[in-house]
């Protein structure tokens, strides 16, 4: 193969925008499961539940997927909230959370790919947008609108996410605690209503994650399970509970898998990627920015 | 003396009503066919078409009468796609649910499992949609509707490498590409061999995990290599991504496509749309032969009626009419042996030709079909993402074999794509 500047060029762009979009995947994992020590392995279910409604109202009415995720993500918080509650009642306020909560959140997940595959069928879905087929060139080096976009607004919504964690009361409140609950009930604030609002945070985020997805490549009911793995392996790379930590990580696992596809083969990126995160971890435990 | 011959008189009238009403009460009990079929799962869009034809086949014979005066009803389970149910499904079906008759579920992945419970058994096994999966087995039971022929591998391709060779001046060079999955592994095995053949140098040969979601730097890697061939062998989420990746990246070959699974339904044909122009991929139907398949068109109007109301395959032109054929192909066997002898099945299959919707299907010794009558096909013309242009002519060239052939390859493909 002929390697060239272009291709190099090429890459890196894949593997950023790539990682862009697995950053959107996993941030909401890096709050439930990073801050919150709530291991929602249904993240997935509603990223591919966020597709499905931006592909109903795409195909019924034409409107853009990502500004329909962006206008239904409060009814996610609401979801997330409803959840969590549900959790906080039956598991961890009888401090069930590991096991049985581990099985209720799998339980979340059938229960969501079934219902799918009962209302929408099984076959897969896309969506039309004006940029889906458009790719912006400057000279050799390609940028196709179908990741850029998503990219954009995942950096929006990542960084959206880190400025109010880092910088409202509440934000500071969810960061407190992951690290101490028993001091910020000391405080005055209710560590069970924190969680609650962070935990609909992560699920509204998944909404608009599933956006990109159906953007992105086509989408059917099962196909949610197939990220499992990825979401929490960004988490885990880039640092519990650090944003900027899951959008490093993110890119970490992008630029990987797209060097690798294009340089050594396609099949070796999984192993390579999953590589690159034991060997983290065997170096920094607490993951790239994790503490 | 007299009493004991009454009484031995007696005795066997009674035995022979009573076999008689057992005979009866047989006659009576359904004609259980068991099976998995992919309900959920990445597969699941086939699956169901595929359901949908066996239960129009299943309602015409029941209509008719059934199979031997009984009533044909179908014992199946979601095999979700993954090879991994199929053991245990098969093994319930005969061992708890005692059908009469087994037949497999759609797919290379979930029949490749059944075959060491078929072959432990000896039981008759019409399959649907594998590739090569007998090579190794050897099994003189297996039976496989697919027309890929008696080398089921090569008959695969055949028609691209038919196609590409007719290009003038020839190809020197071919790019392979698949995902890491059973059926994709044994269509390139297959293009290594017509590679091999026809002196084409391969100077790509790579697959990618099936849940890969960019598939540019995949493209870009191959555009490196400037063949002037690609195939690829991918299912319909990767063949998607193939060939949006194949526009954004503005990929220049002569001819691209081959085995992609996807857009022989209506699903990927509308979602893609005009991004299909120039590609060359195979097809089991297209409308331009409507009038060479009659029966098929009756059976196409019953299965585009009710795959609208339970929201699968619209079209309806890949699986379901292999899967019905199938099932007259049982039908048939069943109703010539005059019962369920697994032996007497499958040396009846052998060695008869059969009149099925799809036309006649006569197989190898191996299984497969006796003669390979995979379409290869060039899309052009689409324009828009309407589900209703592809029910008519007008769509496709079909480029091979000869006898179905309605047009000529247009390449290169970078230059054809309208």
Same mark, same amino acid.
Request: aromatic share 12%; net charge positive; proline share 6%.
């Given at each position: 193969?002929?390697?060239?500047?272009?291709?190099?060029?090429?890459?890196?762009?894949?593997?950023?925008?790539?990682?862009?979009?697995?950053?959107?995947?996993?941030?909401?994992?890096?709050?439930?499961?990073?801050?919150?020590?709530?291991?929602?392995?249904?993240?997935?279910?509603?990223?591919?539940?966020?597709?499905?409604?931006?592909?109903?109202?795409?195909? &019924?009415?034409?409107?853009?997927?990502?500004?329909?995720?962006?206008?239904?993500?409060?009814?996610?918080?609401?979801?997330?909230?409803?959840?969590? &509650?549900?959790?906080?009642?039956?598991?961890? &306020?009888?401090?069930?959370?590991?096991?049985?909560?581990?099985?209720?959140?799998?339980?979340?997940?059938?229960?969501?790919?079934?219902?799918?595959?009962?209302?929408?069928?099984?076959?897969? &879905?896309?969506?039309?947008?004006?940029?889906?087929?458009?790719?912006?060139?400057?000279?050799?080096?390609?940028?196709?609108?179908?990741?850029?976009?998503?990219?954009?607004?995942?950096?929006?919504?990542?960084?959206?996410?880190?400025?109010?964690?880092?910088?409202?009361?509440?934000?500071?409140?969810?960061?407190?605690?992951?690290?101490?609950?028993?001091?910020?009930?000391?405080?005055?604030?209710?560590?069970?209503?924190?969680?609650?609002?962070?935990?609909?945070?992560?699920?509204?985020?998944?909404?608009?994650?599933?956006?990109?997805?159906?953007?992105?490549?086509?989408?059917?009911?099962?196909?949610?399970?197939?990220?499992?793995?990825?979401?929490?392996?960004?988490?885990?790379?880039?640092?519990?509970?650090?944003?900027?930590?899951?959008?490093?990580?993110?890119?970490?696992?992008?630029?990987?898998?797209?060097?690798?596809?294009?340089?050594?083969?396609?099949?070796?990126?999984?192993?390579?990627?999953?590589?690159?995160?034991?060997?983290?971890?065997?170096?920094?435990?607490?993951?790239?920015?994790?503490? | 003396?007299?009493?004991?011959?009454?009484?031995?008189?007696?005795?066997?009238?009674?035995?022979?009503?009573?076999?008689?009403?057992?005979?009866?009460?047989?006659?009576?009990?359904?004609?259980?066919?068991?099976?998995?079929?992919?309900?959920?799962?990445?597969?699941?869009?086939?699956?169901?078409?595929?359901?949908?034809?066996?239960?129009?086949?299943?309602?015409?014979?029941?209509?008719?009468?059934?199979?031997?005066?009984?009533?044909?009803?179908?014992?199946?389970?979601?095999?979700?796609?993954?090879?991994?149910?199929?053991?245990?499904?098969?093994? =319930?079906?005969?061992?708890?649910?005692?059908?009469?008759?087994?037949?497999?579920?759609?797919?290379?992945?979930?029949?490749?499992?059944?075959?060491?419970?078929?072959?432990?058994?000896?039981?008759?096994?019409?399959?649907?949609?594998?590739?090569?999966?007998?090579?190794?087995?050897?099994?003189?039971?297996?039976?496989?509707?697919?027309?890929?022929?008696?080398?089921?591998?090569?008959?695969?391709?055949?028609?691209?490498?038919?196609?590409?060779?007719?290009?003038?001046?020839?190809?020197?060079?071919?790019?392979?590409?698949?995902?890491?999955?059973?059926?994709?592994?044994?269509?390139?095995?297959?293009?290594?061999?017509?590679?091999?053949?026809?002196?084409?140098?391969?100077?790509?040969?790579?697959?990618?995990?099936?849940?890969?979601?960019?598939?540019?730097?995949?493209?870009?890697?191959?555009?490196?290599?400037?063949?002037?061939?690609?195939?690829?062998?991918?299912?319909?989420?990767?063949?998607?991504?193939?060939?949006?990746?194949?526009?954004?990246?503005?990929?220049?070959?002569?001819?691209?496509?081959?085995?992609?699974?996807?857009?022989?339904?209506?699903?990927? =044909?509308?979602?893609?749309?005009?991004?299909?122009?120039?590609?060359?991929?195979?097809?089991?139907?297209?409308?331009?032969?409507?009038?060479?398949?009659?029966?098929?068109?009756?059976?196409?109007?019953?299965?585009?009626?009710?795959?609208?109301?339970?929201?699968?395959?619209?079209?309806?032109?890949?699986?379901?009419?292999?899967?019905?054929?199938?099932?007259?192909?049982?039908?048939?066997?069943?109703?010539?042996?005059?019962?369920?002898?697994?032996?007497?099945?499958?040396?009846?299959?052998?060695?008869?030709?059969?009149?099925?919707?799809?036309?006649?299907?006569?197989?190898?010794?191996?299984?497969?079909?006796?003669?390979?009558?995979?379409?290869?096909?060039?899309?052009?013309?689409?324009?828009?993402?309407?589900?209703?242009?592809?029910?008519?002519?007008?769509?496709?060239?079909?480029?091979?074999?000869?006898?179905?052939?309605?047009?000529?390859?247009?390449?290169?493909?970078?230059?054809?794509?309208?």
């Amino acid at each position: 193969m002929e390697v060239s500047w272009a291709l190099l060029a090429n890459a890196v762009i894949a593997g950023l925008l790539l990682g862009g979009f697995y950053a959107a995947m996993s941030v909401g994992i890096s709050i439930s499961f990073g801050m919150l020590d709530v291991v929602n392995i249904a993240h997935p279910a509603f990223i591919i539940l966020g597709s499905y409604i931006a592909y109903i109202v795409n195909d &019924r009415f034409g409107f853009d997927p990502i500004v329909v995720s962006v206008v239904v993500s409060p009814l996610f918080f609401l979801l997330g909230m409803v959840l969590y &509650r549900i959790y906080y009642i039956s598991f961890e &306020r009888r401090g069930q959370e590991s096991l049985r909560g581990l099985a209720f959140f799998f339980g979340i997940l059938f229960i969501t790919e079934v219902a799918l595959v009962l209302v929408f069928g099984v076959d897969y &879905r896309m969506v039309s947008t004006r940029y889906g087929d458009v790719t912006w060139r400057a000279g050799e080096v390609d940028f196709p609108m179908r990741l850029v976009v998503p990219f954009l607004v995942s950096m929006v919504m990542v960084i959206g996410v880190q400025l109010f964690l880092t910088h409202t009361f509440f934000g500071r409140a969810v960061l407190a605690v992951a690290q101490d609950p028993l001091a910020l009930r000391l405080m005055g604030v209710n560590p069970v209503r924190v969680k609650e609002l962070a935990f609909a945070l992560s699920i509204a985020t998944a909404g608009v994650a599933g956006a990109f997805l159906i953007v992105i490549q086509p989408v059917q009911p099962a196909i949610g399970r197939e990220f499992i793995g990825l979401v929490f392996a960004v988490c885990v790379l880039g640092g519990m509970g650090s944003i900027w930590g899951t959008l490093l990580g993110a890119f970490v696992l992008g630029l990987a898998e797209s060097f690798t596809s294009t340089f050594f083969g396609p099949s070796w990126a999984p192993a390579v990627s999953f590589g690159l995160l034991l060997a983290t971890l065997a170096f920094r435990p607490s993951g790239l920015l994790g503490r | 003396m007299l009493v004991v011959l009454s009484t031995l008189r007696r005795m066997l009238g009674a035995l022979f009503i009573g076999l008689a009403l057992a005979g009866a009460a047989l006659a009576q009990q359904p004609l259980k066919i068991g099976f998995g079929m992919s309900l959920t799962g990445p597969l699941a869009g086939n699956g169901k078409a595929a359901l949908i034809a066996m239960e129009i086949w299943r309602d015409d014979v029941n209509a008719k009468g059934g199979i031997l005066g009984r009533r044909v009803e179908f014992v199946y389970y979601d095999d979700q796609t993954s090879p991994a149910t199929v053991p245990s499904i098969y093994t =319930k079906l005969l061992d708890v649910d005692k059908v009469d008759l087994v037949v497999s579920g759609y797919g290379t992945n979930v029949i490749a499992p059944a075959m060491p419970i078929m072959m432990q058994r000896n039981l008759t096994f019409m399959t649907l949609f594998g590739l090569n999966v007998n090579s190794k087995f050897n099994y003189d039971r297996y039976f496989q509707i697919m027309p890929a022929g008696p080398r089921p591998a090569i008959g695969w391709s055949q028609g691209f490498f038919d196609a590409a060779m007719g290009m003038n001046p020839k190809p020197k060079t071919i790019a392979l590409v698949g995902a890491d999955a059973e059926y994709p592994a044994m269509a390139l095995e297959g293009a290594r061999e017509h590679a091999k053949k026809t002196g084409l140098k391969i100077v790509y040969d790579k697959t990618y995990p099936p849940n890969t979601v960019d598939y540019s730097p995949i493209v870009r890697a191959i555009q490196a290599t400037n063949p002037e061939v690609v195939f690829v062998a991918s299912y319909p989420p990767d063949s998607a991504g193939m060939v949006r990746a194949a526009n954004e990246v503005g990929l220049k070959t002569r001819m691209f496509g081959g085995g992609l699974v996807g857009p022989q339904f209506a699903a990927l =044909k509308t979602q893609l749309g005009p991004l299909l122009n120039g590609i060359v991929n195979y097809e089991f139907y297209v409308p331009d032969l409507g009038g060479r398949f009659p029966f098929l068109e009756q059976f196409l109007s019953k299965y585009q009626a009710r795959a609208a109301k339970e929201g699968v395959d619209p079209l309806g032109f890949y699986l379901p009419p292999y899967a019905y054929a199938m099932m007259q192909v049982l039908e048939q066997a069943i109703t010539a042996t005059k019962g369920l002898d697994q032996a007497k099945l499958a040396e009846y299959i052998h060695k008869n030709t059969f009149d099925t919707y799809v036309g006649k299907v006569a197989f190898a010794k191996n299984g497969e079909w006796a003669a390979p009558r995979v379409m290869m096909t060039q899309y052009h013309g689409i324009t828009g993402n309407d589900v209703e242009q592809f029910k008519k002519p007008g769509r496709l060239t079909v480029l091979s074999p000869k006898e179905y052939k309605t047009g000529d390859l247009k390449a290169p493909y970078h230059e054809n794509k309208k």
